[in-house]
C-alpha cells in the first residue's frame, strides 16, 4: 500500500501561556491546518491511501491546563456513537477542528491521522475528574477514506505535559482499512512504554502502527529515526511516524519504516515541512519474531589481557565501557547482571575512538524505566571522558557482531550510521540465550551499534 507521514514546521503561539479566546485559537490551529490540508492534497495525487501527521502539530506546546483550553476540541470516546465530523458538523459543539480534518479525509479519499488537544466533562463523583470539572487529553484521531471518525487514542505516557490528563486506563485503539488491514495507534513517549503500546501490539498481533510524535532527539542511543527503525524491527511491523520540525529544539526525524526497509527525513539544518510519501508491503505473515528465546548454552571465554574499564555518562545513564582498540578484536564488558561482547574489524584504521558500553539499571532522568543495554559507540573524541557524548559523523567502517545475555524479550536494535543515516543488520536474534546483531560493513562511518532493551517488569 501506499503510505504518506508529514513532518511539519507547526506555526507555534508566540506566547503559550496567555490566555486567549476560541476564535484567536481557532485562528492559529487554522494556519497549522492550511498547511496539513496542502500536503493531503499533495499525498493523494502520488497516490497514499493513509497519511500520519505529528504530535502538537495542529496547537504547538508549552501551554498552561488553563492557557490550552481554548484549542481544545470535543470529542466523544465512546465507540458506539458513529459520527462523520464533515457531514455532520452540527452534532457536537467546539468540532471545527475535527470537522475539518474530516473534511481532508473525505475530499481526498484518504485515511488521515492526526492529533490534537481534546477535553471531556466530567463529574465530581468520578474520582478520577480533575477539580476544574474536564478532563484535557493529548489525543489522536483517525478519520477512514469517508470522513468518519474511526479511532481515538489518548495518549498514556506523557512527557511534562502540565495540560493534559493521563487517561484513567491506558486505551488499546485500532482502525481497520481496506488495504492494510488493522493500524494500532500511539503517541511519542509511548514508544518507550509496555503499556499501552507493546501491549497493543501483542495483543491484536497488529501488524501496522501509526505514530504521531514531537521527539527530541538524542544521541547516541534515542534519536527519532534510530528509534523508530528499531521498534519497527524489534516487532517486525511497519511503523507510520510523523514528528514536527523544529531544529532549534532538537525536533526532527520522521519515517515509513518497514522491519527490511526505511523511508525516512532527518534534517537538523533546514526549515520547513516535508511529505515522504512510499509503497510498503503489506505484513501478513509471522516471521520467527525477535522476541522469542531459543535455549542454549554459553561457551566460557579464556582469560585474555584485558583493555582498562573506564566510566562515563551516556543518555544520564553511568555506563561502564571498554575502549575498542587496534584493527580487530573481541571484548567483553558486564555491569549488574549484562554482560556484552564485541566481535570486530575495522576495514582502515581511523584516529577515532570507539568504545563498547553497558548499563544494567533504572533510568531516572526525563522518565523513570528500566533500561539493559550494550552500545558500541563512537566517542566525542579521543578522551574516556568524550565518550557518551553526542556525535553525529564518522569515517570508521566496522565489522562486528555484538551480543549479551539480556534479561528481557524487548530488545530493540539499534544501527546509526554518519550524518544520522540508518544501516540494516545482517542477521539479528535470539542464540543461546543472548540476543546478537552483526554487520559485515556498513554502508558509511558507524555511530552506534546497539541493543537497547526495556526491562518493562522493573519500572
Not at 481534546?118 to 474536564?134: A, F, L, N, V, Y
Not at 525477535?290 to 571465554?301: A, Q
Request: with cysteine.
Amino acid at each position: 500500500y501506499v503510505a504518506a507521514v508529514y513532518e511539519h514546521e507547526s506555526i507555534l503561539s508566540p506566547n503559550p501561556t496567555a490566555l486567549v479566546d476560541r476564535q484567536s485559537a481557532l485562528e492559529l490551529m487554522g494556519r497549522n491546518l492550511d498547511i496539513y490540508e496542502q500536503q493531503v492534497v499533495a499525498a493523494a495525487r502520488q497516490g497514499a491511501q493513509i497519511i500520519v501527521f505529528p504530535e502538537d502539530g495542529i496547537h504547538g506546546f508549552n501551554f498552561t491546563r488553563s492557557s490550552i483550553y481554548p484549542y481544545l476540541d470535543f470529542v466523544l470516546y465512546s465507540q458506539s456513537v458513529k459520527w462523520n465530523p464533515c457531514r455532520e458538523p452540527y452534532l457536537f459543539n467546539d468540532t471545527e477542528v475535527l470537522q475539518r480534518l474530516s473534511c481532508m479525509a473525505l475530499k481526498n479519499k484518504i485515511f488521515l491521522v492526526a492529533n490534537l488537544g481534546t477535553k471531556q466533562p466530567c463529574e465530581h463523583t468520578d474520582p478520577h475528574c480533575p477539580s476544574d470539572g474536564r478532563y484535557q487529553f493529548n489525543t489522536n484521531v483517525a478519520f477512514n477514506d469517508d470522513g468518519a471518525l474511526v479511532a481515538t487514542y489518548r495518549k498514556h505516557n506523557l512527557y511534562f505535559e502540565y495540560a493534559f490528563d493521563t487517561p484513567p486506563e491506558p486505551d488499546y485503539k485500532l482502525f481497520d482499512t481496506p488495504f492494510a488491514g488493522k493500524f494500532g495507534m500511539f503517541t511519542c513517549f509511548d514508544i518507550l512504554f509496555f503499556e499501552p503500546a507493546v501491549n497493543l501490539i501483542r495483543q491484536y498481533n497488529l501488524k501496522q502502527v501509526v505514530y504521531p510524535t514531537a521527539w527530541m532527539n538524542q544521541l547516541p542511543l534515542l534519536s527519532a529515526v534510530e528509534f523508530q527503525q528499531a521498534f519497527a524491527t524489534a516487532f517486525n511491523i511497519n511503523i507510520l511516524a510523523a514528528n514536527i520540525h523544529h531544529p532549534t529544539l532538537g525536533m526532527t526525524g520522521s519515517g515509513i519504516y518497514t522491519p527490511v526497509k526505511s523511508f525516512i527525513y532527518h534534517n537538523m539544518e533546514g526549515y520547513g515541512g516535508k511529505l515522504i510519501v512510499a509503497e510498503i508491503p503489506v505484513i501478513t505473515t509471522d516471521y520467527k519474531t525477535n522476541l522469542e528465546k531459543t535455549p542454549g548454552r554459553v561457551s566460557e571465554k579464556g582469560n585474555e589481557q584485558l583493555p582498562p574499564l573506564f566510566y562515563a555518562e551516556m543518555m544520564y545513564d553511568n555506563f561502564t565501557f571498554v575502549p575498542v582498540w587496534g584493527e580487530k578484536g573481541e571484548l567483553q564488558v558486564c555491569a549488574n547482571t549484562l554482560c556484552c561482547y564485541l566481535n570486530y574489524r575495522r576495514a582502515v584504521l581511523t584516529d577515532e575512538l570507539y568504545a563498547l558500553g553497558v548499563f544494567d539499571g533504572l533510568h531516572t532522568v526525563h522518565g523513570t524505566y528500566y533500561v539493559q543495554a550494550c552500545a558500541l559507540v563512537k566517542c566525542g573524541g579521543l578522551s574516556f571522558s568524550t565518550c557518551g557524548q553526542e556525535v553525529t559523523d564518522a569515517t570508521a567502517l566496522i565489522d562486528f557482531q555484538l551480543w549479551g545475555n539480556m534479561s528481557t524479550p524487548y530488545i530493540f536494535p539499534l544501527l546509526l550510521t554518519s550524518g544520522v543515516t540508518l544501516d540494516f543488520a545482517d542477521h539479528m536474534g535470539w542464540k543461546n540465550n543472548h540476543y546478537f546483531i552483526s554487520k559485515n560493513r556498513t554502508s558509511s562511518g558507524l555511530l552506534t551499534a546497539a541493543l537497547y532493551g526495556r526491562w518493562y517488569e522493573k519500572d
